[in-house]
């Protein structure tokens, strides 16, 4: 079975840092590619970062371009979100995701329905 563990969240001040991990298994990791959402409480689910499986190509919403950087190791099936200058709007749980279709991110990456595979997500908490 696909699985996919996000962890690293919690609990940073504006301007801080963290990095988020996904580990996956079940699936062959450097085949796919491993798209990143977030989803606050009461809002919809958006892309936040999308990187192709072998690392070539990576994407970002605007809201985060200069702050994040998508990476991954495909050695250890683990693909990583490194989040600085963190704003209290980056609040929100965060999911990894790929699918079975998707070797690079596509014109519609952002769109969750591209997306088969999710894992349970790590909560984000930007607050002083």
């Known amino acids: 079975d696909v699985q996919l563990q996000a962890s690293g969240g919690g609990l940073v001040q504006p301007g801080g840092s963290l990095t988020l991990s996904c580990a996956a298994s079940g699936f062959l990791f450097d085949d796919y590619a491993i798209g990143w959402f977030r989803q606050a409480p009461g809002k919809e689910r958006e892309g936040v970062s999308c990187i192709s499986s072998k690392g070539g190509n990576t994407y970002y919403r605007d809201s985060v371009k200069g702050r994040f950087t998508v990476s991954r190791d495909n050695a250890k099936t683990t693909a990583y979100l490194h989040m600085n200058s963190l704003k209290p709007e980056d609040t929100a749980k965060y999911y990894c995701?790929?699918?079975?279709?998707?070797?690079?991110?596509?014109?519609?990456?952002?769109?969750?329905?591209?997306?088969?595979?999710w894992g349970q997500g790590t909560l984000v908490t930007v607050s002083s």
């Open positions: 995701t790929t699918d079975h279709l998707l070797v690079v991110c596509g014109s519609d990456w952002s769109e969750p329905s591209e997306f088969e595979y």
